[in-house]
């Protein structure tokens, strides 16, 4: 069962042109591949990952963005100190990632047209890559946005507020999987270079970040 926290809601972003495409964020992973530390609060380019993560989708355009917390909670939250964003817990983190995925949809406003989905253990996705996807999913005429890396569909990537009751209805790992492959023929595909695909998980992961 997810809970929520209810910090003042920072305003709209000036710069969001159209559409409101919020960002969930999640960070909400047990780590556990890693064997000790949370990766999330590792250092990436002098900040930890999550801070970075979050900053980059911020940057993006998305508003307002939330952070789906799991272990170490205050720390992940500490880690983003200072940065406009909301923060929804779920408490079964080690469960399925669709758990983390549905505390984030369900703590989305009514005025929020469509939303950008990102794993916070992906630090070599770039800005671009994410207003790439803010900005394809803001088309009336597209209810979805992937990013394609080869035959790999994965974050980032963003869906319309119509195929939200899909996504509350699907429960297993991955962002959503089966609701991308359902929709595929619908969807706008951005390929990417496979060299961003590359998430953290072990410290063989983080230590090749540096190379």
């Given at each position: 069962m997810s809970t929520p926290t209810h910090p003042p809601t920072p305003p709209r972003a000036p710069d969001a042109p159209g559409e409101r495409v919020a960002g969930i964020v999640l960070a909400?992973?047990?780590?556990?591949?890693?064997?000790?530390?949370?990766?999330?609060?590792?250092?990436?380019?002098?900040?930890?990952?999550?801070?970075?993560?979050?900053?980059?989708?911020?940057?993006?355009?998305?508003w307002p963005v939330l952070v789906v917390t799991g272990r170490d909670a205050p720390d992940v939250r500490d880690a983003c100190s200072g940065l406009?964003?909301?923060?929804?817990?779920?408490?079964?983190?080690?469960?399925p990632t669709s758990g983390s995925l549905h505390a984030g949809l369900a703590a989305l406003g009514d005025d929020t047209d469509a939303a950008l989905v990102m794993l916070a253990d992906m630090p070599r996705v770039g800005v671009d890559m994410l207003r790439d996807v803010v900005h394809a999913v803001r088309r009336r005429d597209v209810p979805l946005a992937v990013s394609r890396y080869g035959d790999v569909l994965a974050p980032p990537l963003a869906f319309r507020r119509a195929l939200w009751p899909e996504l509350?209805?699907?429960?297993?790992?991955?962002?959503?999987?089966?609701?991308?492959?359902?929709?595929?023929?619908e969807a706008t595909?951005?390929?990417?270079?496979?060299?961003?695909?590359?998430?953290?998980d072990t410290p063989d992961d983080y230590a090749s970040l540096a190379g």
């Open positions: 909400a992973g047990a780590s556990s591949r890693m064997g000790g530390p949370n990766k999330l609060l590792l250092p990436v380019e002098g900040r930890p990952m999550v801070r970075l993560v979050v900053g980059r989708v911020l940057e993006a355009g998305a406009p964003v909301r923060f929804v817990h779920n408490d079964a983190f080690t469960g509350l209805a699907w429960h297993g790992e991955g962002c959503g999987k089966a609701v991308v492959r359902a929709h595929e023929h595909m951005l390929d990417r270079p496979m060299a961003a695909l590359q998430d953290v």
